[in-house]
Each structure stands twice: as structure tokens, then as C-alpha cells.
């Protein structure tokens, strides 16, 4: 069954720059997206973009363009998410997940999560 | 975008109840509508996609209906494990977007 498995926790100063990294096992990497979200402390998820494996086409929310990135490295069945400028209010929970494209899109694989915490 | 308004924010229940939770899109998503379970300290997990389809390995208790604005979850006979928070999100369009989710605490 798909696994995917995220870098761990980060602490960063305002300003900074973080990399999550999501590896991937179990299903054909490339016949599904990866989604990214996060979570703030007692709120919903939040869609920040999605990367299509098998071409590098990304989409990203409105609200974090010119701030994130996202790529793969297929060799090693690995998405990354570089988020810039990090400010307090960017520390949540990030995840990424698989993208189902059997009706619309759902996400029915998700890593254990990163706390990234943004802090001076 | 498209918003997502769940009801009720929170409730109580007891093992055995029958639970229904509400979901209202800002316009029309068709069926793309989708529910997740999240225990504390847990990533969410895929419950029910395309409104009504059951997840593999989600147990039969679980139902979702609806179609255009307006959805819902019933789990037919909450049992221990069921207390959660639970999300709607939407399919349809770019941005992804959730409700704010629903906590089912027990009476």
C-alpha cells in the first residue's frame, strides 16, 4: 500500500528558508500527484499546491506564489517543498499527500506530517 | 475560491448515537466532495470520496450524501474510536479547500 514518509521537525528563524522532503513507497510514483497542505495549531488544513510527477507541472495556491517551490527527484521516488520568507505565522504541521484523480480529487495517502516552527 | 462551511462546529455524543454531519459549498461542486477523519496528534485519513463512496477499509457505519451545495456524513452508531475531528473538502477546484471541521467529543 502507498507510504509516504516526511523529513522531521525544523525550528527556523523569521526570514528563513525550509525544505520538506516526502519519500514515497508502495504505489507508481509517477501516476499520482503529490499534494502539499498544512495545519496550523487548532485549525484546518490548508492547500498550499499540487506537483505532478510525471511532468514537473506544479500549481500553486495564490497565497504562497513567489514563496514556494515544489520538485521531485523520480530516481529516488522523493517530492520536496522549499517554503521562503518563513514569518510566526507560518509554523503549522505540513503534509504532503497522494492525489487520487478517480472523481475530482481526493487525497487518500498522507505523510505523518513536519512541524516546521518559525520562532526568533 | 470555493468555501466550505461545516455544521456543527463541535457536538456531543454517546457510543451508539447516530451522528450527522452538514457540509454547504459557496457554489456548485457537483459530487466532488470528499470527508476526512483526523485523531489528535494524526495526519487526516480519507473516509469517504466523490460524496459517497466509501474509502477502502472504512467501516459500512461511515455514509456521505449530497450533491451540488449541500452534503453531509452519518455515522450510523458511533463507537469509541469515531471521536475525531472530521473535515469536509472540495475537489472541484483549485484552491483545495476544507471546512473548518467538526469535533465529536463524547458526552
Known amino acids: 500500500q502507498a507510504q509516504l514518509v516526511q523529513s522531521g521537525p525544523e525550528v527556523k528563524k523569521p526570514g528563513a528558508s525550509v525544505t520538506v522532503s516526502c519519500r514515497a513507497s508502495?504505489?507508481?510514483?509517477?501516476?499520482?500527484?503529490i499534494n502539499w497542505l498544512r495545519q496550523a495549531p487548532g485549525q484546518g488544513p490548508e492547500w498550499m499546491g499540487w506537483?505532478?510527477?510525471?511532468?514537473?507541472?506544479?500549481n500553486y495556491a495564490q497565497k504562497f506564489q513567489g514563496r514556494v517551490s515544489m520538485t521531485t527527484d523520480t530516481s529516488t521516488n522523493t517530492a520536496y517543498m522549499e517554503l521562503r520568507g518563513l514569518r510566526s505565522d507560518d509554523t503549522a504541521v505540513y503534509y504532503c499527500?497522494?492525489?487520487?484523480?478517480?472523481?475530482?480529487?481526493?487525497?487518500?495517502?498522507w505523510g505523518q506530517g513536519t512541524l516546521v516552527t518559525v520562532s526568533s | 475560491d470555493i468555501q466550505m462551511t461545516q455544521s456543527p462546529p463541535s457536538l456531543s455524543a454517546s457510543v451508539g448515537d447516530r451522528v450527522t454531519i452538514t457540509c454547504r459549498a459557496s457554489?456548485?461542486?457537483?459530487?466532488?466532495l470528499n470527508w476526512y477523519q483526523q485523531r489528535p496528534g494524526r495526519a487526516p485519513k480519507l473516509l469517504i470520496y466523490a460524496a459517497s463512496v466509501l474509502q477502502s477499509g472504512v467501516p459500512p457505519r461511515f455514509s456521505g450524501s449530497g450533491s451540488g451545495t449541500d452534503f453531509s456524513l452519518t455515522i450510523s452508531s458511533l463507537q469509541p474510536e469515531d471521536f475525531a475531528t472530521y473535515y469536509c473538502?472540495?475537489?472541484?477546484?483549485?484552491?483545495?479547500?476544507f471546512g473548518q471541521g467538526t469535533k465529536v467529543e463524547i458526552k
Open positions: 457554489q456548485s461542486i457537483s459530487t466532488y
Open positions: 499527500v497522494r492525489e487520487n484523480r478517480r472523481h475530482g480529487s481526493d487525497f487518500d495517502s
Open positions: 508502495g504505489y507508481n510514483f509517477d501516476r499520482y500527484g
Open positions: 473538502q472540495q475537489g472541484s477546484d483549485t484552491p483545495r479547500t
Open positions: 506537483l505532478r510527477i510525471y511532468n514537473g507541472d506544479t
